[in-house]
């Protein structure tokens, strides 16, 4: 009998899935016998073309001062992302990533008989929070790849606590139309508090960001969530962050640990956001990346979903047997299953040479 059989866990963790992240570079070397300086990781939407220098910088001072604890409330980080968006420093949280600020809104608004509606093909992680609080997640289906805001308002009860829109999404890339996305803002009802997970939104060009920062100014009751993780490049540290109302940033930092954030975090982020060079350079990156998978893509014959993001959606067919036969020959990605997706693979936008590698090794397979 094992030792653990008296113990008494809570009701239903049993149906508890644990998220499958994309598969770590020394891992797979191991498991393959393949260097890890041999191997290219295009899995996480990472960006390949590692920190900001200035980050950097920042870490190395920071370093020296590692033996104290962070400063909980993050005050210059803070103030500095604060003026950055024009907003006041009470309208931020930061998290262990954003992934600890969904946690944060299931604390708040999630419990058994409650629901929070979502696409079916859009972060799983929403699903994953909303089952740890043993509430529902409700799946919109998607049109075209895209979140179909009126499905997703279809599915909105008097349970319904939040909705998630992923914009741009992740794993589709694709993004909703600015006044489409007011309207439904407008029409939800007043006890749904909509998330807008905006990972991706730094490496939309100005002219493309949507205005959401703006409707948070105006107290409309609403969160924006941001990362460090994608176009910072700091996936490593973890860090996000979620602007909303003052008095909604006080109801989810009642669940915050102290430290949760750390001092090396904070350090980075403060130079990141004054590299505007280094964004410029990753918008470049990845504008060019996805125009080289798109056209290689054309070449080979496969469909692939339009997408502004670092990342793209690809129909290979048999996306984990892709999966798999990819990762033997060096190059990581991801299978599209969990997503409903099982005759795609999401690639990430690299290096040229590591777009470059990765269709080549496709090519090799099909
Ligand atoms: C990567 C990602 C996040 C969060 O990442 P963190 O590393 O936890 O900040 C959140 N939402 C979406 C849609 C993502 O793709």
Redesign the pocket.
Known sequence: MSVLAQLKPRKGIDDLVVYEPGRPLEEVAREHGIAPGDLVKLAS?ENNLGPSPKAVEAMKEAATRMHLYPDGGAFYLRNALAKKLGASPDMLIFGN???ELIEFLGHVFLEPGLNLVMSQSA?IIYKLVAETFGAEARMAPMRDFTHDLEAMADLIDENTRLVFV?NPN?PTGTRVNNDALKSFLDALPSHVLPVL?E?YVELLAPEDQPDSLNWVKESQPLIL?R?F??TYGL?GL?L?YGVAHPDLIHLLGKFRQPFNVNAMAQAAAMAAIEDEDYVQQTRTCIREGLAFFERSCTELGLETVPSCANFILIQTGEGRRRFQEMQARGVIARPMDGYGLPDWLRVSVGTATENQRAMDVLRELL
């Open positions: 939407n990533g954003s992934n972060f992923a992740n997970d990972a969530l990362t993780s994608k996936a973890r996000g």
